[in-house]
């Protein structure tokens, strides 16, 4: 059932009213039209036949017709405009006259003409009235009035009257006409806007519903795009994100197991292995290094936590820098004594390429300390075993870029777009050599981009990968 308050509804009744007002509008100027038009037509008929007649009639007052053929003349008029002729003195007596064919037979002839409107064409005037010709008639006439010259001299007056009844018929008809036309447009109006409205409003109605189902968490369905107009685009939007949404929704449901399982294995060893000290289960001489991976596993939790609240943080618009001027060699120099315990124990070799000792340039130290340490650690977990790692910086233009670079397995062409994504991971696996959430790369891409700069990834499988990004260099003075 279609409610009135439904798109569809509003759309088709605004298309029908305003086909209707103008098929109404264009009804009444047309009928008023045709109107105007057929009457001034036939008093042009008339002014012209009168003429014709003012002519015979000099004819025949100059003897060189008779009254036969006058009378002809008269017949030819009356059969083709159905008209009543009267041909009358100076005095306005009737001398001469013909009786429409569409009226009672009346003598017309030795009446006198004595309303106003003879004075006017006695004047020299030629008048168009209509009316009964002062009650002369018993239904309404058109009636055109001249006056009748001979040798340049007013002698009479000719008067033609045409019934209007017939004028009227031919005018309703023609109303009919216009109207029945007027009708049938708007049918085939309310049917184009059923059509129309429908073209419209289906992919909004669908995108309602769909909408609906996406809030209550199926994702699946999508809008059909029918039409490459705005409303089509939107449709192609509206599927786009419920795309965006969907794969959004799917990292959030592997990220809440991935958090789940890394908040669980260590809450689990470290409940185990204090459980084992308080019950005497583990040795006294062992207690101490099972205390030791109890913190191990604290630590990691809270680097979990960390991580969790700086996305949020960025997330929520409240991720903020404190901009100086740094040395990116000297924190690269620190991240890696920090880490210099985790890669002799891989056997990996590190190898340093600064184009200068010192490369000045801004931004926020601590945030830039976290990006190399973020990819510091996803280059030691990702490089093989004995692997190099590389350190590369160099100046180009008005910008300072920083390499880290690993010999890994590299990573495919097409994952590589999903890795600035939040919650997203190479490694499926979930291995303790390879842990992580997900979330190191997305932070490092917003503090990068923070810093309004760039950051991107070179990758082959087979042959490692190559984290590069861009910092403002510090102009020399």
């Known amino acids: 059932m279609i409610q009135f308050r439904s798109l569809f509804a509003r759309l088709m009744t605004t298309f029908f009213i305003i086909t209707l007002c103008i098929m109404l509008v264009l009804g009444i100027l047309l009928s008023t039209f045709f109107k105007s038009y057929i009457m001034e037509t036939r008093k042009e008929e008339l002014i012209r036949e009168g003429s014709a007649i003012s002519q015979y009639v000099g004819l025949y007052l100059t003897g060189l017709i008779d009254t036969r053929v006058l009378h002809y003349q008269y017949q030819i008029i009356d059969r083709f405009l159905g008209t009543t002729i009267w041909v009358t003195d100076e005095r306005g007596n009737i001398w001469s006259s013909h009786n429409s064919t569409q009226l009672e037979e009346v003598d017309w002839e030795n009446q006198k003409v004595s309303v106003d409107e003879f004075v006017q064409v006695l004047d020299g005037n030629t008048i168009t009235l209509e009316g009964r010709f002062g009650e002369s008639f018993p239904e309404p006439m058109l009636t055109v009035g001249m006056p009748l010259k001979l040798n340049n001299s007013i002698r009479g007056t000719i008067f033609l009257h045409s019934p209007i009844q017939g004028l009227n018929r031919t005018i309703m008809n023609t109303y009919n ?13 309310l049917l184009l806007s059923f059509i129309i409205s429908g073209r419209f409003s289906r992919p909004l109605t669908e995108m309602n519903v769909i909408s609906r189902e996406i809030a209550t968490g199926n994702f699946k369905r999508r809008v059909k795009v029918r039409t490459k107009d705005e409303v089509g685009q939107l449709a192609v939007n509206f599927n786009a994100m419920a795309d965006s949404l969907e794969k959004l929704e799917s990292m959030r449901r592997s990220f809440v197991a991935n958090v789940s399982h890394e908040l669980r294995s260590p809450l689990t060893s470290m409940k185990g292995y204090i459980q084992g000290v308080l019950d005497h289960t583990i040795p006294v001489e062992d207690q101490d290094k099972y205390l030791r991976i109890a913190l191990d596993e604290t630590e990691r939790m809270n680097r979990l936590i960390n991580e969790l609240m700086d996305l949020s943080r960025i997330e929520t618009g409240q991720f903020s820098i404190d901009i100086k001027v740094v040395d990116i060699n000297e924190i690269i120099r620190r991240v890696l004594i920090s880490k210099e315990d985790r890669i ?134």
């Open 177 to 189: 006409s216009i109207w029945r036309s007027a009708i049938l447009t708007s049918i085939l109006s």
């Open 344 to 477: 002799n124990d891989r056997g990996m070799e590190v190898e340093v390429d600064f184009e200068k000792d010192i490369f000045m340039v801004v931004g926020d130290p601590d945030r830039l300390q976290q990006v190399i340490i973020n990819l510091l650690d996803n280059a030691i977990k990702f490089n093989r075993e004995g692997g190099l790692l590389t350190f590369k910086t160099w100046l180009f233009k008005d910008n300072v870029y920083v390499k880290i670079a690993d010999q890994g397995p590299g990573i495919a062409k097409d994952e590589i777009p999903h890795l600035w994504e939040p919650f997203y991971q190479i490694d499926k696996s979930r291995t303790r050599n390879k842990e992580g959430t997900g979330l190191g790369l997305p932070i490092v891409k917003k503090i990068i981009e923070a810093h309004e700069q760039n950051i991107w990834l070179n990758s082959e499988e087979g042959k490692g990968s190559a984290f590069i990004f861009s910092l403002k260099a510090v102009k020399k003075s």
